[in-house]
Protein backbone atom coordinates (compact mmCIF):
# COMPACT_ATOMS: atom_id res chain seq x y z
CA UNK A 1 0.00 0.00 0.00
CA UNK A 2 1.28 3.52 -0.99
CA UNK A 3 2.22 5.67 2.05
CA UNK A 4 2.12 8.62 -0.05
CA UNK A 5 -0.06 11.65 1.44
CA UNK A 6 -3.24 11.87 -0.42
CA UNK A 7 -4.27 15.12 -1.30
CA UNK A 8 -7.55 16.17 -3.55
CA UNK A 9 -8.49 19.44 -4.91
CA UNK A 10 -11.76 20.05 -6.89
CA UNK A 11 -12.10 23.15 -8.75
CA UNK A 12 -12.48 25.07 -11.80
CA UNK A 13 -10.36 23.90 -14.81
CA UNK A 14 -11.08 26.89 -17.12
CA UNK A 15 -9.89 28.55 -20.39
CA UNK A 16 -9.26 32.27 -19.55
CA UNK A 17 -8.74 35.18 -21.40
CA UNK A 18 -6.61 37.49 -19.95
CA UNK A 19 -6.00 41.40 -20.96
CA UNK A 20 -3.19 43.24 -18.89
CA UNK A 21 -1.75 46.68 -19.56
CA UNK A 22 0.85 45.09 -21.81
CA UNK A 23 -0.64 42.12 -23.40
CA UNK A 24 -3.34 40.25 -23.99
CA UNK A 25 -3.66 36.43 -24.29
CA UNK A 26 -7.43 35.04 -25.18
CA UNK A 27 -6.75 31.13 -25.01
CA UNK A 28 -5.27 30.91 -21.66
CA UNK A 29 -5.54 27.79 -19.91
CA UNK A 30 -7.10 28.58 -16.05
CA UNK A 31 -9.33 27.32 -13.57
CA UNK A 32 -8.79 27.21 -9.49
CA UNK A 33 -8.35 23.68 -9.47
CA UNK A 34 -5.38 23.40 -11.97
CA UNK A 35 -3.20 25.84 -10.68
CA UNK A 36 -3.32 24.58 -7.45
CA UNK A 37 -2.56 21.15 -9.02
CA UNK A 38 0.33 22.37 -10.90
CA UNK A 39 1.72 24.19 -7.88
CA UNK A 40 0.88 21.65 -5.07
CA UNK A 41 2.38 18.36 -7.52
CA UNK A 42 5.84 20.08 -6.94
CA UNK A 43 5.77 19.07 -3.08
CA UNK A 44 2.97 15.96 -3.16
CA UNK A 45 1.02 13.91 -5.41
CA UNK A 46 -2.78 15.71 -6.15
CA UNK A 47 -5.60 14.44 -7.21
CA UNK A 48 -8.06 16.56 -9.36
CA UNK A 49 -11.95 16.65 -9.73
CA UNK A 50 -13.53 18.84 -12.35
CA UNK A 51 -15.35 18.95 -15.56
CA UNK A 52 -14.08 20.35 -18.76
CA UNK A 53 -15.99 20.29 -22.40
CA UNK A 54 -14.89 19.04 -25.64
CA UNK A 55 -12.95 22.47 -26.32
CA UNK A 56 -10.27 21.68 -23.65
CA UNK A 57 -6.78 21.02 -24.69
CA UNK A 58 -5.54 17.42 -24.78
CA UNK A 59 -1.99 18.67 -24.18
CA UNK A 60 -2.87 20.13 -20.88
CA UNK A 61 -4.48 16.97 -19.80
CA UNK A 62 -1.60 15.45 -20.56
CA UNK A 63 1.30 17.88 -19.16
CA UNK A 64 -0.94 17.74 -15.89
CA UNK A 65 -0.67 13.73 -15.69
CA UNK A 66 2.89 14.16 -16.48
CA UNK A 67 3.21 16.48 -13.66
CA UNK A 68 2.03 13.71 -11.40
CA UNK A 69 -1.45 15.06 -11.34
CA UNK A 70 -4.65 11.61 -11.06
CA UNK A 71 -6.64 13.05 -13.88
CA UNK A 72 -9.07 10.36 -12.91
CA UNK A 73 -11.60 12.56 -11.38
CA UNK A 74 -12.11 15.33 -14.31
CA UNK A 75 -14.72 14.39 -16.12
CA UNK A 76 -15.29 15.36 -19.97
CA UNK A 77 -18.23 16.32 -21.13
CA UNK A 78 -18.25 15.87 -24.91
CA UNK A 79 -21.03 17.68 -26.04
CA UNK A 80 -20.46 20.94 -23.78
CA UNK A 81 -17.96 24.00 -23.50
CA UNK A 82 -15.83 24.38 -20.61
CA UNK A 83 -15.92 27.10 -18.24
CA UNK A 84 -14.83 30.13 -19.70
CA UNK A 85 -13.64 33.49 -17.41
CA UNK A 86 -12.27 36.67 -19.17
CA UNK A 87 -10.06 39.71 -16.74
CA UNK A 88 -8.68 42.74 -17.26
CA UNK A 89 -6.16 44.17 -15.04
CA UNK A 90 -6.15 47.65 -13.89
CA UNK A 91 -2.35 49.15 -14.74
CA UNK A 92 -0.66 48.39 -10.98
CA UNK A 93 -1.93 45.02 -11.87
CA UNK A 94 -2.87 44.67 -8.21
CA UNK A 95 -7.02 44.80 -9.06
CA UNK A 96 -8.81 43.60 -11.76
CA UNK A 97 -12.11 43.46 -13.24
CA UNK A 98 -13.86 40.25 -14.35
CA UNK A 99 -15.42 41.09 -17.85
CA UNK A 100 -17.05 37.76 -18.69
CA UNK A 101 -18.05 34.39 -16.91
CA UNK A 102 -19.58 31.88 -18.94
CA UNK A 103 -20.23 28.49 -16.66
CA UNK A 104 -21.03 26.11 -19.58
CA UNK A 105 -19.93 22.32 -17.76
CA UNK A 106 -20.12 23.69 -14.56
CA UNK A 107 -23.74 24.81 -15.14
CA UNK A 108 -24.57 20.94 -14.48
CA UNK A 109 -21.79 19.69 -12.59
CA UNK A 110 -22.16 17.02 -10.16
CA UNK A 111 -19.09 16.01 -8.29
CA UNK A 112 -18.91 12.42 -7.85
CA UNK A 113 -15.62 11.21 -6.33
CA UNK A 114 -14.00 7.79 -7.81
CA UNK A 115 -13.97 5.52 -5.21
CA UNK A 116 -10.29 5.30 -4.73
CA UNK A 117 -10.86 9.21 -4.11
CA UNK A 118 -12.62 8.92 -0.77
CA UNK A 119 -9.38 7.79 0.81
CA UNK A 120 -8.05 11.72 0.45
CA UNK A 121 -6.59 12.96 3.59
CA UNK A 122 -6.07 16.31 2.84
CA UNK A 123 -8.75 18.24 0.57
CA UNK A 124 -8.59 21.42 -0.58
CA UNK A 125 -12.18 23.13 -2.21
CA UNK A 126 -10.96 25.46 -4.82
CA UNK A 127 -12.93 28.15 -5.91
CA UNK A 128 -16.47 27.42 -7.01
CA UNK A 129 -19.97 27.32 -6.44
CA UNK A 130 -20.14 26.67 -2.87
CA UNK A 131 -23.16 23.55 -3.05
CA UNK A 132 -20.59 21.91 -5.25
CA UNK A 133 -17.63 22.38 -2.50
CA UNK A 134 -19.58 20.79 0.02
CA UNK A 135 -20.80 17.83 -2.69
CA UNK A 136 -17.15 16.83 -2.67
CA UNK A 137 -16.67 17.04 1.15
CA UNK A 138 -19.27 14.62 2.01
CA UNK A 139 -17.75 12.43 0.13
CA UNK A 140 -14.43 12.32 1.69
CA UNK A 141 -14.74 9.65 4.59
CA UNK A 142 -11.82 11.35 7.19
CA UNK A 143 -10.23 14.01 5.69
CA UNK A 144 -7.25 15.26 8.69
CA UNK A 145 -7.44 18.95 7.31
CA UNK A 146 -9.49 20.74 4.40
CA UNK A 147 -8.64 24.03 3.03
CA UNK A 148 -11.47 26.61 1.48
CA UNK A 149 -11.12 28.91 -0.97
CA UNK A 150 -13.78 31.32 -2.12
CA UNK A 151 -14.36 34.80 -4.24
CA UNK A 152 -16.51 37.62 -4.32
CA UNK A 153 -19.35 36.27 -6.48
CA UNK A 154 -20.09 33.95 -4.09
CA UNK A 155 -20.31 36.11 -1.23
CA UNK A 156 -22.85 37.65 -3.00
CA UNK A 157 -25.06 35.26 -4.53
CA UNK A 158 -24.78 32.36 -2.28
CA UNK A 159 -23.38 33.43 1.33
CA UNK A 160 -26.02 30.86 2.71
CA UNK A 161 -24.44 27.72 1.26
CA UNK A 162 -20.76 29.14 1.76
CA UNK A 163 -21.41 29.76 4.99
CA UNK A 164 -22.63 25.91 5.54
CA UNK A 165 -19.12 24.58 3.83
CA UNK A 166 -17.84 27.47 6.10
CA UNK A 167 -18.84 25.70 9.05
CA UNK A 168 -16.91 22.13 8.55
CA UNK A 169 -13.56 23.28 7.44
CA UNK A 170 -9.90 23.87 8.89
CA UNK A 171 -8.39 26.78 6.89
CA UNK A 172 -10.26 29.25 5.18
CA UNK A 173 -7.74 31.02 2.51
CA UNK A 174 -9.15 34.13 1.26
CA UNK A 175 -8.23 37.44 -0.18
CA UNK A 176 -8.32 40.58 1.94
CA UNK A 177 -11.46 42.40 0.20
CA UNK A 178 -13.42 39.35 0.60
CA UNK A 179 -12.78 38.34 4.04
CA UNK A 180 -13.69 41.98 4.96
CA UNK A 181 -16.86 41.38 2.46
CA UNK A 182 -17.99 37.92 4.27
CA UNK A 183 -17.71 39.80 8.12
CA UNK A 184 -18.49 43.51 7.33
CA UNK A 185 -15.88 44.23 9.39
CA UNK A 186 -12.99 46.78 8.24
CA UNK A 187 -10.24 45.84 10.39
CA UNK A 188 -8.03 42.82 8.84
CA UNK A 189 -7.62 41.07 12.57
CA UNK A 190 -11.48 41.27 13.41
CA UNK A 191 -12.20 39.91 10.33
CA UNK A 192 -10.20 37.13 10.99
CA UNK A 193 -11.10 36.69 13.61
CA UNK A 194 -15.02 36.74 11.98
CA UNK A 195 -14.14 34.20 10.11
CA UNK A 196 -12.32 31.51 13.33
CA UNK A 197 -15.89 32.14 14.58
CA UNK A 198 -18.08 30.94 11.79
CA UNK A 199 -15.78 27.61 11.52
CA UNK A 200 -12.43 27.56 10.15
CA UNK A 201 -9.70 27.55 13.26
CA UNK A 202 -7.01 28.93 10.38
CA UNK A 203 -7.37 31.49 8.18
CA UNK A 204 -4.72 33.30 5.72
CA UNK A 205 -5.79 36.67 4.08
CA UNK A 206 -4.12 36.91 0.87
CA UNK A 207 -2.89 40.72 0.27
CA UNK A 208 -1.81 40.34 -3.08
CA UNK A 209 1.44 41.85 -3.58
CA UNK A 210 1.80 42.56 -0.04
CA UNK A 211 1.90 38.65 1.39
CA UNK A 212 -0.64 37.00 3.21
CA UNK A 213 -0.89 36.53 6.89
CA UNK A 214 -2.14 33.38 8.60
CA UNK A 215 -4.67 33.57 11.99
CA UNK A 216 -3.96 30.44 14.10
CA UNK A 217 -5.97 29.77 16.75
CA UNK A 218 -4.41 32.82 18.81
CA UNK A 219 -1.13 33.27 16.74
CA UNK A 220 -0.68 35.46 13.85
CA UNK A 221 2.49 34.95 11.31
CA UNK A 222 3.14 37.15 8.03
CA UNK A 223 4.69 36.39 5.28
CA UNK A 224 5.89 39.17 2.51
CA UNK A 225 5.32 38.33 -1.50
CA UNK A 226 8.55 38.14 -2.78
CA UNK A 227 9.19 41.73 -4.60
CA UNK A 228 9.41 41.50 -8.17
CA UNK A 229 10.54 44.01 -11.08
CA UNK A 230 7.55 42.81 -13.55
CA UNK A 231 4.80 40.93 -12.84
CA UNK A 232 3.47 39.46 -16.42
CA UNK A 233 0.11 38.48 -15.38
CA UNK A 234 -1.15 37.39 -11.34
CA UNK A 235 -4.05 34.72 -12.42
CA UNK A 236 -4.06 32.05 -10.51
CA UNK A 237 -1.20 33.95 -8.10
CA UNK A 238 -3.68 32.84 -4.89
CA UNK A 239 -4.52 29.05 -6.34
CA UNK A 240 -0.62 28.44 -6.67
CA UNK A 241 -0.45 30.07 -3.33
CA UNK A 242 -2.65 27.58 -1.87
CA UNK A 243 -1.14 24.60 -3.72
CA UNK A 244 1.83 25.22 -2.02
CA UNK A 245 0.49 25.85 1.36
CA UNK A 246 -1.59 22.56 0.66
CA UNK A 247 1.19 20.82 -0.99
CA UNK A 248 3.49 20.92 2.08
CA UNK A 249 1.25 19.98 5.02
CA UNK A 250 0.26 16.64 2.83
CA UNK A 251 3.78 16.40 2.23
CA UNK A 252 4.73 16.67 5.63
CA UNK A 253 1.67 14.82 6.84
CA UNK A 254 1.02 17.50 9.45
CA UNK A 255 -1.14 20.26 9.52
CA UNK A 256 -0.15 21.80 13.27
CA UNK A 257 1.60 25.40 14.14
CA UNK A 258 5.35 25.40 13.09
CA UNK A 259 4.70 23.69 9.68
CA UNK A 260 1.64 26.06 8.56
CA UNK A 261 4.12 28.68 9.10
CA UNK A 262 6.36 26.72 6.17
CA UNK A 263 3.60 26.08 4.23
CA UNK A 264 3.01 29.97 3.94
CA UNK A 265 6.37 30.37 2.52
CA UNK A 266 5.98 27.79 -0.16
CA UNK A 267 2.83 29.06 -0.97
CA UNK A 268 4.48 32.38 -1.43
CA UNK A 269 7.62 30.94 -3.41
CA UNK A 270 5.42 29.04 -5.34
CA UNK A 271 3.20 32.20 -6.35
CA UNK A 272 5.66 34.41 -6.94
CA UNK A 273 6.64 31.86 -10.25
CA UNK A 274 3.36 31.76 -11.15
CA UNK A 275 3.27 36.03 -11.94
CA UNK A 276 6.75 35.86 -13.58
CA UNK A 277 4.12 34.63 -17.04
CA UNK A 278 0.89 33.70 -18.92
CA UNK A 279 -1.31 30.76 -17.44
CA UNK A 280 1.01 28.51 -15.74
CA UNK A 281 4.23 29.40 -17.62
CA UNK A 282 5.87 30.79 -14.74
CA UNK A 283 5.54 27.14 -13.48
CA UNK A 284 5.86 24.95 -16.11
CA UNK A 285 9.89 24.40 -15.67
CA UNK A 286 10.59 24.32 -12.07
CA UNK A 287 12.22 21.61 -9.97
CA UNK A 288 13.44 21.42 -6.80
CA UNK A 289 16.72 23.20 -6.61
CA UNK A 290 14.58 26.49 -8.10
CA UNK A 291 12.14 26.05 -5.83
CA UNK A 292 14.83 25.96 -2.40
CA UNK A 293 16.38 28.41 -4.16
CA UNK A 294 13.87 30.96 -3.97
CA UNK A 295 12.63 29.28 -0.76
CA UNK A 296 15.82 30.70 0.53
CA UNK A 297 15.48 34.11 -0.66
CA UNK A 298 12.31 34.51 1.23
CA UNK A 299 14.02 33.75 4.05
CA UNK A 300 17.02 36.22 3.75
CA UNK A 301 13.89 38.22 3.05
CA UNK A 302 12.50 38.51 6.10
CA UNK A 303 15.91 37.36 8.29
CA UNK A 304 17.04 40.09 11.24
CA UNK A 305 19.09 39.75 14.05
CA UNK A 306 17.90 39.96 17.47
CA UNK A 307 18.98 42.76 18.87
CA UNK A 308 18.93 43.14 22.53
CA UNK A 309 17.76 46.71 24.18
CA UNK A 310 19.86 47.30 26.54
P1 LIG B 1 -7.04 33.80 -8.89
O1 LIG B 1 -6.22 34.74 -9.74
O2 LIG B 1 -6.21 33.02 -7.92
O3 LIG B 1 -8.22 34.46 -8.28
O4 LIG B 1 -7.64 32.69 -9.89
C1 LIG B 1 -8.01 32.96 -11.19
C2 LIG B 1 -8.67 31.74 -11.80
O5 LIG B 1 -9.97 31.59 -11.23
C3 LIG B 1 -8.87 31.88 -13.29
O6 LIG B 1 -8.05 30.93 -13.96
C4 LIG B 1 -10.35 31.63 -13.54
O7 LIG B 1 -10.60 30.69 -14.54
C5 LIG B 1 -10.87 31.13 -12.21
N1 LIG B 1 -12.19 31.68 -11.90
C6 LIG B 1 -12.64 32.95 -12.15
N2 LIG B 1 -13.93 33.09 -11.77
C7 LIG B 1 -14.31 31.88 -11.26
C8 LIG B 1 -15.54 31.36 -10.70
N3 LIG B 1 -16.62 32.13 -10.60
N4 LIG B 1 -15.55 30.07 -10.28
C9 LIG B 1 -14.45 29.31 -10.39
N5 LIG B 1 -13.28 29.72 -10.91
C10 LIG B 1 -13.20 30.99 -11.34
Given at each position: MSTAPRLLVVGSVAIDWIITPRAERPEAVGGSATFFSVAASQLAPVRLVGVVGHDFPQATIADLRARGVDMDGLEIVPDGLTFRWKGRYHD?????DTLETQLNVFANFDPKLPASYRD???????NIQPDLQLQVL???ARPRLVGLDTMNLWIDIAKPSLLKVLGR???LLINEEEAMQLTGEHNLVKAARGIQRIGPKSVVVKRGEYGALLFHGEDVFSAPALPLEEVVDPTGAGDVFAGGFMGWIARCDSPHGDDLRTAMIYGSTLASFCVQGFSYDGLAELDASRIRARF??????TDFRRAELR
Open positions: NMNARSEYLFLAEQVVDADAFARL
